[in-house]
């Protein structure tokens, strides 16, 4: 797909289309007090959607031993990797990608996951026969808020900055979107207010995948089919 010029719609995964924010927020709890950091919970939530590369200085701040950052790192995909086989897509998660392709519009993951945790989530979700691109960590240098792994997802697409939307659950989504002048949807499903999402810039906000789609003939994503 790369090298057309072409409409489409970038999707976030984590929290967005698979129901795994607090799977993360455990996971990430249990990884920092092997350490015996004791950071929060609702503080750690706060932060995911943020890379791993930056999300531990977000926490412990980066002043700190960074010596055993790769094992809380490895101890926390570790721990999450158990909940793999039990992942569950968010509410018309598959409907959605389905409906947007179905405007014509190219379907984009545009995910910061390991390649191995994103397979997971391509099975999770079942819509790979309707996917433009799919991104990993490996396509980024840095991770969100930088937007990198966008600047990736629109490479590998073909996708234009200017004829697209961005649909992500966090904070960091939005801001990683508006370094690129990219319009993004906010999804609460991820604990994100609404209010926090549009205060950070989201265009709209929407309760879920399906709240989305129940709007789609509406929404900017229409608007963007119909241009």
Do not use: N
Request: charged content about 20%; hydrophobic content about 45%; glycine content about 8%.
């Amino acid at each position: 797909m790369a090298g057309q010029s072409r409409a489409g719609v970038l999707f976030d995964v984590d929290g967005t289309l698979v129901d795994t924010t607090y799977l993360h927020a455990v996971a990430w709890w249990q990884a920092l007090r092997l350490e015996e950091h004791d950071v929060p919970m609702a503080e750690i939530h706060r932060a995911i959607g943020m890379g791993s590369d930056k999300i531990l200085d977000h926490w412990l701040g980066g002043d700190r031993d960074t010596s055993r950052d790769d094992r809380m790192t490895t101890a926390h995909d570790t721990l999450y990797a158990t909940w793999w086989e039990r992942l569950r897509p968010l509410p018309a998660a598959t409907d959605l990608l389905r409906a947007v392709a179905g405007l014509g519009l190219a379907v984009v993951l545009a995910s910061s996951a390991r390649e191995r945790e994103l397979a997971v989530l391509r099975r999770v979700l079942g819509a790979d026969d309707v996917l433009a691109a799919a991104t990993s960590s490996a396509d980024a240098d840095e991770s969100k808020p930088a937007p990198d792994i966008l600047e990736a997802a629109l490479a590998q697409s073909g996708v234009e900055p200017g004829r697209c939307v961005f649909v992500g659950d966090s904070v960091w989504d939005v801001q990683a979107a508006a370094k690129l002048d990219i319009a993004c949807i906010g999804l609460t499903c991820g604990g994100t207010s609404a209010a926090e999402l549009t205060d950070a810039g989201a265009i709209a906000t929407y309760p879920d995948p399906a709240g989305l789609l129940a709007a789609l003939d509406g929404s900017a994503i229409a608007r963007l089919a119909h241009h």
